[in-house]
């Protein structure tokens, strides 16, 4: 019998899920990790960064129908947990992965844990699909590990039973500190700040939003004399959805999808980030570097009340005006935070499996 099963669909949960994995080897406890398939490569690529491996991949084809993928997710969660036996199945975030995984162990009678539970907008369309799975998710986890105590307060107040709610921290701080010791170790150097760095992928901002976006983006890399880079998505749909908008020579300069360490360098590297990204919010407070958030809502306020974060959508005057601010302001160095966590969420999320009596009610 399996102590431990790991589902791990999308690069974003590798990045957050290995640092759980690392703990859970460094406690001796028997672990497996699973692959589902939901994005190709990158979650092993990321695995290989920590030093780990899957025990199982899935190569699940899916497309743009999420209903099919969640049949398909479901039916590979089930085959493992007979498969392993796991006393505990734990899966990160809000994709199709991680619904799957939640009613995978609640069909199979599988205790569940979910890390990075919690996050909430006033909005469940917004992020679509992404804020129901997590709503969803947080009924069927005995375990929910809340990254911050707005998180674990927004579970009290959905009347998720307290003995079910732990304040862990978020593990993207145990894996950005990894990773930027390793980078320096390797002679990486992480001081220069002299670009813009844009990434944009989410389903709410296609259509007219993009446009908007990469309006504002076009006329910042025409009105300041710095580099501005839009760090591609590899879906080949969201690519399309951008390069839609670039028809015209431009002179942001479009680099193709990174590895996680790159995209860390690059990120510590700028003056500040456009992102519709929430692993993005998290990871620039911990390097102190601004962000202008593409988004309507954010389920991360936590940054924008530290004065790192800010809530621009795709409205491109006021995308304009925020980074007119920030180029103008006196001084561009802000400190780093540890807003999301200390470094040891890997650690505490496995003692609190390990110290808990699974014999309670």
């Keep these: 019998m399996t102590e431990l099963l790991f589902f791990v669909g999308t690069r974003p949960e590798a990045i957050k899920v290995a640092p759980v994995i690392l703990a859970a080897k460094d406690e001796g406890v028997d672990y497996r990790v699973v692959l589902t398939g939901q994005h190709k490569n990158t979650p092993a690529e990321i695995l290989e960064w920590f030093g780990l491996t899957a025990d199982k991949s899935f190569e699940n084809d899916l497309d743009s129908n999420i209903a099919n993928n969640l049949v398909l997710l479901i039916n590979s969660g089930q085959h493992c947990i007979d498969?392993?036996?796991?006393?505990?199945?734990?899966?990160?975030?809000d994709t199709t992965t991680v619904l799957a995984s939640a009613l995978s162990c609640f069909y199979k009678k599988r205790i569940f844990a979910h890390l990075e539970a919690g996050l909430r907008t006033v909005n469940p369309y917004k992020p679509y699909p992404e804020e129901m799975h997590r709503r969803l998710v947080s009924q069927i986890a005995s375990f929910n590990f809340a990254p911050t105590p707005s998180s674990a307060l927004n579970l009290i107040r959905e009347n998720i039973p307290q003995k079910n709610v732990f304040m862990s921290g978020n593990t993207v701080v145990d894996a950005l500190l990894y990773t930027i010791e390793k980078l320096r170790n390797s002679g990486v150097d992480l001081s220069k700040r002299s670009q813009i760095l844009v990434t944009a992928h989410r389903r709410d901002n296609f259509g007219l939003p993009m446009n908007n976006i990469a309006h504002a983006v076009t006329?910042?890399?025409?009105?300041?004399?710095?580099?501005v880079n839009w760090v591609m998505h590899p879906n080949p749909q969201v690519q399309?959805?951008?390069?839609?908008n670039f028809r015209n020579p431009s002179k942001v300069n479009f680099l193709?999808?990174?590895?996680?360490p790159d995209l860390i360098t690059e990120m510590a590297r700028s003056l500040f980030v456009l992102s519709d990204s929430g692993g993005l919010q998290e990871e620039c407070s911990v390097l102190g570097v601004p962000i202008l958030i593409l988004r309507e809502e954010t389920e991360r306020p936590e940054a924008i009340?530290?004065?790192l974060g800010f809530l621009v959508g795709n409205d491109?005057?006021?995308?304009?005006?925020k980074v007119s601010q920030l180029i103008e302001s006196k001084s561009m160095i802000f400190p780093g935070t540890r807003l999301f966590g200390d470094g040891k969420?890997?650690?505490r999320v496995i003692k609190a499996m390990q110290t808990h009596d699974f014999s309670a009610p």
């Design 83 to 93: 498969l392993y036996s796991p006393k505990v199945v734990l899966a990160q975030g």
């Design 219 to 227: 006329l910042i890399a025409n009105q300041y004399s710095l580099d």
């Design 240 to 244: 399309r959805e951008v390069r839609a």
């Design 256 to 260: 193709n999808s990174m590895s996680y």
């Design 305 to 307: 009340s530290a004065g």
């Design 316 to 321: 491109t005057q006021l995308i304009l005006q």
């Design 345 to 347: 969420t890997g650690k």
